[in-house]
């Protein structure tokens, strides 16, 4: 089946640090979505891309959607201490019917004071 | 508060019993979604509804699971005899489906313990 490989699996960063992580598969997608989920909370929708090579920002952090459709990766800049959580990726590979989204295992980040 | 709502947030249960969770989508969303997520993992896709209209199934959801979405707005997820495996928590998301709109917005989830 469609698997998401996403990395790396945690970071262990200072603050004010920058953030780097991205996801990658076999197969192709037309839809990448990031989002960030907090302990005993649901996925929050950070960033939606639908355009191979499509570069989007929302505020400190900016993802970008592969030119071959199989990648994408999430920067985050000048991280502060609620950017903690686990990140997942998270994608579809669109047409007709399908559209239950495929989640990367995440990428759990930690702020060392 | 106008984002999407679970209930129960927690649910514990003895083995063998029937559970069921609710699921409230944002007020104009016409699609919904349910998904399972273990510890450490991602959520799982189980199913989703366009309106009432129940269009995908995940081989996930086994013949114990059963989901409804009867007046195409608020939905349930029951499973039945439960079992030890089927302690995770359960996810909703609900999206607006227009052309090139994908983004699916999540509940908080209900967290269900089968013991």
């Known amino acids: 089946g469609q698997q998401l490989n996403q990395s790396p699996q945690s970071m262990f960063i200072q603050e004010g640090e920058d953030v780097s992580m991205n996801c990658t598969s076999s197969?192709?997608?037309?839809?990448w979505l990031w989002y960030k989920q907090d302990p005993g909370e649901g996925p929050v929708l950070l960033i939606a891309?639908?355009?191979?090579?499509e570069l989007t920002s929302n505020g400190r952090l900016t993802a970008q959607f592969g030119i071959t459709r199989k990648d994408s990766f999430l920067n985050i800049s000048a991280s502060i201490p609620s950017d903690v959580g686990i990140y997942f990726c998270?994608?579809?590979?669109?047409?007709?019917?399908?559209?239950?989204?495929?989640f990367g295992k995440g990428t759990h980040l930690i702020i060392q004071p | 508060d106008t984002g999407v709502s679970q209930d129960p947030r927690h649910k514990i249960t003895k083995r063998g019993q029937n559970v069921t969770f609710r699921c409230d989508p944002i007020?104009?969303?016409?699609?919904l979604y349910w998904y399972r997520q273990t510890l450490g993992q991602g959520p799982e896709f189980l199913t989703y509804?366009?309106?009432?209209?129940?269009?995908?199934k995940s081989r996930l959801l086994s013949d114990r699971f059963s989901a409804e979405r009867p007046k195409g707005s608020f939905s349930t997820l029951e499973i039945q005899r439960t079992e030890q495996g089927d302690s995770a928590m359960y996810l909703c998301?609900?999206?607006?489906?227009?052309?090139?709109?994908?983004?699916?917005?999540f509940g908080p989830g209900t967290r269900l313990t089968v013991l």
């Open positions: 998301a609900s999206s607006l489906r227009l052309a090139g709109d994908n983004e699916q917005f």
């Open positions: 197969s192709i997608f037309n839809t």
């Open positions: 891309l639908y355009k191979a090579g």
């Open positions: 998270a994608a579809k590979p669109g047409g007709g019917g399908a559209d239950g989204l495929t």
């Open positions: 007020s104009e969303h016409n699609r």
């Open positions: 509804f366009q309106n009432e209209a129940q269009l995908e």
